[in-house]
């Protein structure tokens, strides 16, 4: 019985504290309901929403305009028949960036929607940014049904509610054409159930409703306010969330992480203070009395200063000592290995006579030769690999291309005056010519390129041609063999780069991420939810300032312990179906996590449980994939969107997902595969050629173990000759159209192009969506001839490969490929 008592008690006590929250909102308690309107067609219009619902017969009183700081289309409205307040803007779908920012801290979206259409195609683009980062309480709103004919009015109300059930199948419609309706979008507003986000529920947040910049002076901050550009912006503004304190760093979104002075705390500007009145007509027992809120009535009071010497620092990086690597005198360990090195001494043929102290200076020329090699290669970083593979990659398709041409040469100089009467009959229409001016020939080159690359990929994986121009042992160095790529060891301590000493890591994230969150949690110093608190932010730029008068909001958060700290982070996300173009590793691309926002360069990398985890080279659109990048540590759980900039400034939804984790010791490894063809066999034995071309590789890669296409195990049992034949040994028998592999892996790292200053978005314009590849090539059009196209020469087998990356011939060629031989022509190549 205590324990049902306990229970009972614990469910009721959580029941009256989401009740009290819920009614807290909008109160005088509590922060004004900020509601964002949204408009997702060209043909709605957001600016009559506002309009109705700031008119007298919505039962609302405007007590502010432009109350929202970069906002025109703001106002503050207190509704005395509810007893709560609100804080209304338009929220325009241009700018995607403050979009975003808004939905972060809205506590409600209103999405007006075409009374025929519903959204647009840029709306859809809109809705799945939104759901993706974490979409807050929303409503639905139509405009023009009062319009329509009564005997239409049902039908096109249940077109509509078809329409929106795909994205919102639990939402009410609510027609917006009257004062009545109005009213009610107020009530449902004010006692809808709130979703809550986890990202913005942990941590303060505010919108700025008033902005000021403040120069430094010669004598403040970092130097003089005109060669810095630096000052103190205040920025005012209602606390939602936690308790935000002065010694916590906050982040302006798009701008920066900053520290604050002090905090101050204002006059509220929209008081909903309510006097008991006599009644003068049945059925009004309150009235409400709205104050001024003039700031210069009420003396401004300090709430908080910040102290120095516990305010948390803006250090991003680790300081990195570059003698810390440095011996001055040998540890106990040290010693103790020595000790037991010398007694383990390594036997060797020498001169008769020799000492063993002159013995210890004698190198065999290979091993020193060898040596001399490893030093040189191992001065360059990573990056230098990926290039030699990237272009040994696109050698094949660079042939293929060249061959083509000088094809194409030959036949132009044979049949030139056939050319030329072709060229005068098949003239293009004004549409066309339009079509093509509009058309830029470049991007279709590349993509072109990444659409074959990432088909090579796919028909292919991960396999790469022996050079024959340098040694494979020199050129593979960094790479190595292993016997179980689940079970085989690796160290993540092993080879680190530079870029690890600049970084910080947690002995468990999972144990810390709870800690501090708890810690957040019960913390009430500070300014807490709800006031109207004024914020001093030092050495602020200009930029942000010029920013705000541009027309765009400003969103603050007050960051927890350690989430201006750079480290490793991991984004687990999902490719998203609009966005068909190949993503390769590596390449730049603009992520919004959580409040940031910031530019990098990430690696992707398969989602497994194990300790390693193999790089994928393009982002997969069937399965999750793991992206890893160098960024501030940020707690889960956090939304994440990826978008990819065109070279018109228009970004494109690439991927969405979550915040995974923060490890700098997750091990991914690149694949590299070599590939042999069985030259005889004799049942469990093989001999293999073009895998490597001369004998010292192939004793190099000795120890690492071969598997086949269909299955089979084995290893290489010795070199036959110096042109790199090799005697192999498999566990069963060989097939001639087998293909011998040979597997390769290497640990990769994130390339640091951390930058956190993100270019604004083109505008896609009502009615276009996200760009989408097609295919890399252009469709002939009806009427419109081509020029012959030259005579099919001997298929090789590099002309035969770059013939499948084209659109149209996978099906007809694949079964050519599998059986494919790869000659000594080919991997010259």
């Not at 974490?134 to 409503?139: E, I, M, T, V, W």
């Not at 908080?304 to 010497?309: N, V």
């Not at 002159?358 to 191992?378: K, M, P, R």
């Not at 200053?757 to 002939?780: D, H, I, K, M, N």
Request: proline letters at 6%.
């Amino acid at each position: 019985m205590d324990r049902r008592h306990k229970a009972n008690q614990l469910r009721k006590t959580k029941k009256d504290q989401v009740l009290m929250e819920k009614r807290r909102l909008g109160s005088r308690d509590g922060p004004p309901h900020l509601v964002a309107v949204v408009s997702l067609h060209a043909n709605a219009d957001a600016g009559a929403v506002s309009k109705l619902l700031r008119g007298e017969g919505a039962g609302g009183v405007v007590h502010l305009e432009r109350c929202v700081s970069g906002v025109g289309d703001s106002f503050g409205l207190i509704v005395p028949r509810f007893k709560q307040r609100f804080t209304f803007l338009n929220q325009s779908t241009d700018d995607m960036h403050s979009l975003l920012d808004v939905a972060k801290v809205a506590d409600s979206l209103v999405f007006v929607l075409d009374s025929t259409e519903g959204w647009d195609t840029y709306g859809d683009h809109c809705l799945s940014c939104l759901f993706a980062q974490g979409l807050a309480s929303h409503a639905l709103v139509c405009q023009g049904l009062s319009d329509i004919s009564v005997k239409k009015r049902v039908d096109f109300r249940k077109a509509l509610s078809k329409i929106t059930e795909v994205r919102f199948p639990d939402s009410r419609l609510f027609p917006l054409d009257s004062d009545q309706d109005a009213t009610l979008l107020l009530r449902h507003l004010g006692s809808q159930r709130q979703r809550k986000l986890g990202f913005r529920s942990r941590r303060s947040h505010l919108l700025a409703e008033r902005v000021a910049f403040t120069p430094n002076g010669p004598m403040e901050g970092s130097g003089s306010g005109g060669p810095s550009g630096l000052g103190t912006l205040r920025v005012s503004g209602y606390v939602r969330g936690r308790a935000l304190h002065a010694n916590r760093l906050v982040h302006i979104s798009g701008h920066g992480d900053f520290q604050l002075s002090q905090i101050d705390a204002p006059p509220d500007p929209l008081p909903l203070n309510l006097t008991t009145v006599r009644a003068t007509k049945p059925g009004r027992g309150r009235d409400v009395e709205m104050q001024d809120g003039d700031e210069s009535e009420a003396p401004v009071r300090v709430l908080m200063k910040a102290d120095p010497s516990s305010r948390e620092s803006l250090q991003v990086e680790a300081a990195v000592d570059p003698m810390d690597g440095e011996q001055t005198w040998p540890t106990e360990q040290e010693l103790l290995d020595a000790e037991e090195a010398r007694k383990n001494k390594r036997v060797m043929k020498v001169p008769k006579g020799t000492s063993d102290y002159q013995a210890t200076w004698i190198i065999d020329e290979d091993e020193e030769e060898e040596n001399g090699e490893t030093d040189e290669e191992s001065s360059d970083d990573d990056d230098g690999d990926d290039l030699m593979d990237e272009a040994m990659d696109g050698e094949d398709e660079e042939n293929h291309s060249q061959e083509t041409g000088s094809q194409a040469a030959s036949e132009d100089e044979d049949d030139e005056e056939e050319e030329e009467e072709e060229v005068f009959s098949t003239e293009r229409g004004g549409a066309d010519q339009r079509y093509d001016d509009n058309m830029d020939e470049a991007a279709e080159e590349e993509g072109l390129k990444r659409y074959r690359e990432a088909r090579s990929h796919e028909l292919f994986p991960d396999e790469v041609d022996t050079p024959l121009d340098a040694p494979a042992r020199i050129r593979f160095q960094r790479y190595r063999g292993l016997k179980s790529f689940r079970s085989s060891p690796w160290d993540p301590m092993e080879n680190l780069p530079l870029d690890y000493s600049r970084i910080f890591q947690f002995q468990s994230f999972e144990r810390t991420r709870r800690r501090i969150l708890a810690e957040a949690a019960a913390d009430e110093d500070g300014a807490m939810d709800g006031w109207y608190v004024t914020l001093h932010i030092i050495d602020v730029p200009v930029s942000v300032m010029e920013s705000v008068q541009s027309g765009k909001p400003l969103v603050l958060v007050s960051l927890l312990p350690h989430e201006q700290k750079m480290s490793v982070m991991h984004l687990l996300v999902q490719r998203h179906p609009s966005n068909t173009e190949p993503i390769k590793s590596k390449e730049e691309l603009v992520f919004h996590c959580g409040f940031r926002r910031f530019r990098a360069s990430p690696i992707f990398s398969q989602h497994t449980t194990a300790d390693k985890h193999k790089m994928e080279r393009f982002l997969r659109p069937d399965a999750p994939t793991v992206v890893s990048v160098y960024a501030p540590i940020t707690f889960p759980p956090a939304g994440v969107l990826l978008f990819k900039q065109r070279n018109d400034g228009v970004q494109d939804l690439v991927a969405t997902g979550s915040l995974l984790s923060c490890d700098p010791r997750r091990v991914v490894l690149k694949r590299i595969v070599l590939s042999g063809h069985p030259f005889k066999i004799n049942r469990r034995s093989a001999v293999v050629r073009y895998m490597f071309f001369n004998r010292d590789d192939i004793m190099w890669f000795k120890p690492v173990e071969l598997r086949t296409k269909w299955g089979r195990r084995g290893h290489i049992k010795d070199a036959l000759g110096t042109h790199g034949h090799m005697k192999c040994v498999f566990d069963n028998q060989l097939r001639s159209q087998d293909t011998v592999l040979m597997n390769l892996y290497k640990r990769v790292y994130p390339r640091w192009t951390y930058d956190p200053l993100v270019l604004t978005p083109c505008f896609l314009g009502p009615g276009q969506g996200p760009a989408s590849l097609e295919g890399p090539g252009r469709r002939r059009r009806r009427g419109q001839k081509t020029r012959p196209s030259p005579k099919p020469a001997a298929a090789s087998a590099p002309a035969l490969r770059s013939s499948l990356l084209l659109p149209g011939t996978e099906g007809r060629l694949f079964q050519c490929l599998r059986v494919r031989v790869r000659t000594p022509t080919e991997s010259r190549r």
